[in-house]
């Protein structure tokens, strides 16, 4: 998908479950929700899943039932990324996309803490074809 555009509205419902903790009485859409919707904006214009985050600026708050509009930019593996409310910036930043061909095997490394030991292992996972 390169030199492609997504561009998408976000709005957090005020009953949202995280936001009774963030903060309460005067809540604030946690940062965390926010690059949800960017991870699965990008998933619904299946330009694949982000494999990581390069650069990242909160700027300002977004509260509930605000509208707010996200667009990405995609370049290749490269993504730019940014949500805006009524022209105010709220984030930017920038990250990578994680392109699986289909039939190829993808690695993970998994990290696992039994008994206060702590293993890591390299597991093959199954192929994208083999995933429901």
Known sequence: ?????????????????????????NPVVPGV?????IAAALERADAGPLRRIRALKFLAPLLPEQEAQL????????VRFQIERAGTPILGGDGELEFARWGEETHAVIMREDEGNQEMSNRTLPSLAERP
Do not use: E, Y
């Not at 997504?6 to 995280?18: F, L, Q």
């Not at 929700?33 to 919707?37: A, E, Y």
């Not at 667009?71 to 490269?78: M, P, Q």
């Open 1 to 25: 998908m390169t030199g492609a555009n997504i561009t998408t509205r976000v709005c957090i419902a005020a009953r949202h479950p995280s936001l009774a903790g963030h903060f309460p009485g």
């Open 33 to 37: 929700v926010l690059l949800d919707c």
């Open 71 to 78: 667009t990405i930019a995609l370049d290749g593996t490269r």
